[in-house]
DNA sequence: TGTATGACCCTGA
DNA sequence: CTCAGGGCCATAC
């Protein structure tokens, strides 16, 4: 096991450990992953996380709530459903912050504050 | 070996 | 809003 599979293990594990209904940026999973600045390589490690390990990916968007695909994109569609299947607004290629007292909401308000 | 590409991010104009 | 420019770094060719 060398140091790539740990750092794709990390990533996993934060990925996993997101709440449903919330969201995390690319930047930040790199961060509580241990590898700061590598947001590019969360990317990377999301791409190569086999389909078994159901990784909650959707819940992982760009900074500012940005979805990272192309918009018209399958994956893109993909994500938009399942992030409104938590309760999620979605407006073009927009994940609209959740509102404050709504449960799930405080991570991204301290996120991409306001 | 070198270059290009990308599910990124940030600042500044 | 867009665009440019810098940083980041694994992968593919």
Redesign the pocket.
């Known amino acids: 096991m060398d140091e790539?599979d740990v750092a794709l293990a990390s990533v996993w594990r934060v990925v996993r450990a997101i709440p449903r209904g919330t969201t995390l940026?690319?930047?930040?999973v790199a961060r509580q992953a241990g590898l700061p600045?590598?947001?590019?390589?969360?990317?990377?490690a999301?791409?190569?996380?086999p389909p078994s390990l159901r990784l909650p990916?959707?819940r992982?968007i760009?900074?500012?709530g940005?979805i990272?695909?192309p918009p018209g994109s399958r994956?893109h569609r993909e994500?938009c459903r399942r992030l409104r299947a938590e309760g999620r607004e979605v407006i073009g290629s927009?994940v609209v912050a959740a509102a404050r007292g709504t449960g799930a909401a405080d991570l991204d308000a301290w996120l991409w504050k306001a």
């Open positions: 790539r940026s690319y930047g930040e600045r590598r947001a590019r390589w969360v990317a990377v999301l791409k190569a996380a990916w959707h992982v760009g900074a500012g940005r990272a695909f994956l994500q927009r």
